[in-house]
């Protein structure tokens, strides 16, 4: 049985990454997964100071937060997932200060040259960053897909990582609304409208891969 551990990133209740991480989270319940699920906004997470501590010890030395809780969670698990929306080309600052605690998994070195990063333990995971974006170009989460290579990368050759986007996704629940409630809002925003039957059909689209990806790799 696989373990997943899943963080929802938006402060947004029924935001659309709340519905994407939803069919995600389904798909893997059809292979009897265990599954943590946490909102990032409702987590206890302290800001690494940069103590390096972590460095002696091989785990972060702050305490009295849900970091030790869910480190361990994350080290058990097979299948990371980090579902978020995309604020001005990055995380929302919850999500961000999960990832930077994320240095505790890992030896930091100051060489010559640059900074080597070698972790406690090699890693072999499958890490899926499922972003919404209100932006209908993927450029604008670039930089968030970019860090994810970089993590899955040092952290072990073996990690593989998965990017689903859905884009255009301006308000509540768009990614769940059909042609019509589509072309409807889309006059408010000023969308052009005939964009409406296409994006239906992609949002299903996506809602769909995201529960067919968790199916394949909680098998």
Sequence with gaps: MKKV?????????????????ESFIKGAETN????KQYNANDLDIKNCTGCLRC????????RNDDWNKISTEILESDIIVFASPVYFH??????????DRFRSFIKVQITEESIKHTPWHEWNKDFVLILSMGSSDV???????????????ILGPNNKLHVITANRLAVNKLITMNQNELETLYQKLEIPVRLAKKDAEINSKTLTKAFDLAKNLSY
């Excluded at 551990?5 to 991480?21: D, E, Q, V, W």
């Excluded at 460095?55 to 702050?62: A, P, R, W």
């Excluded at 450029?139 to 290579?149: G, H």
């Design 5 to 21: 551990f899943a963080i929802n990133g938006s402060p947004r209740a029924n935001g659309n990454t709340k519905f994407l991480l």
């Design 32 to 35: 009897n997964a265990d599954i």
């Design 139 to 153: 450029i604008d989460a670039e930089p968030i897909i970019e860090l994810f290579e970089y993590i899955t990368d």
């Design 90 to 99: 990055h995380f929302p600052a919850p999500v961000k200060t999960i990832l």
């Design 55 to 62: 460095n002696l010890i091989k785990k972060c030395s702050l």
